[in-house]
């Protein structure tokens, strides 16, 4: 079993609908991030959390919102999904210097 | 703003030609620095990473990078190149909690 697993792998919606990626994990990590890459623009950070009561905004966190409901996961919602939200949407989970991610969640919000 | 940058966003090179692909950072103080890299359709994998001691640091698949103080830089780099490390790559810092990242050097390897 993976490390860090994220659902769906793949997603194609319509804009204005409420969609949730899901990220579970079995390291026992406190500290969870969301990313979303887009072609030129690296990994940029949505959201992290380092536990269940402890959620924090990243630089791109307008427009999506996270839910920590276990230590094991972490969930990030687009409540109104728009077009140019459609990017490859990485999770991970991170433990002193040590880092993993999921295999990511492509969406295209169409 | 305090960043880390990649100078190269395409690098096109031949099988057995030499690499280096450079990344600055702009934070002080003690830094955790790493080198990723994504096969098409994948993930990311670690290939390397400092964080105190021999400032050049040896990784998986040939890849080694220097860390330089003084510069802060902490670029990658390996010897000859094959068409199996054809990825992106992205340089990223460990830093108040957050893994922050380059923006990516595309990298094709002519076979």
């Known amino acids: 079993d993976a490390d860090v697993t994220q659902t769906p792998r793949n997603r194609i919606t319509k804009t204005g609908k409420r969609i949730m990626l899901e990220c579970s994990q079995t390291k026992g990590h406190d500290r969870m991030y969301w990313y979303r890459q887009d072609p030129g623009l690296g990994l940029r950070l949505i959201y992290y959390s380092f536990d269940v009561k402890d959620i924090n905004k990243g630089e791109i966190s307008d427009g999506y919102s996270v839910s920590r409901q276990a230590q094991a996961k972490f969930s990030l919602s687009l409540e109104s999904a728009i077009p140019n939200q459609t990017a490859l949407y990485f999770c991970?989970?991170?433990?002193?210097?040590?880092?993993?991610f999921g295999q990511g969640t492509r969406l295209t919000v169409v | 703003a305090q960043s880390v940058s990649q100078h190269n966003h395409h690098v096109i090179l031949s099988e057995a030609a030499s690499l280096e692909l450079g990344c600055n950072y702009s934070?002080?103080?003690?830094?955790?620095l790493f080198w990723y890299v994504q096969y098409p359709g994948q993930h990311l994998q670690l290939l390397l990473k400092y964080f105190s001691g021999d400032p050049l640091v040896k990784g998986i698949k040939g890849f080694e990078a220097e860390f330089i103080k003084s510069k802060f830089s902490f670029n990658l780099r390996k010897p000859s190149v094959q068409w199996s490390d054809t990825a992106e790559y992205f340089c990223a810092v460990f830093r108040d909690d957050k893994i922050i990242f380059g923006k990516g050097t595309r990298l094709h390897i002519l076979p």
């Open positions: 991970a989970t991170r433990e002193g210097t040590e880092a993993f």
């Open positions: 934070y002080g103080g003690t830094v955790n």
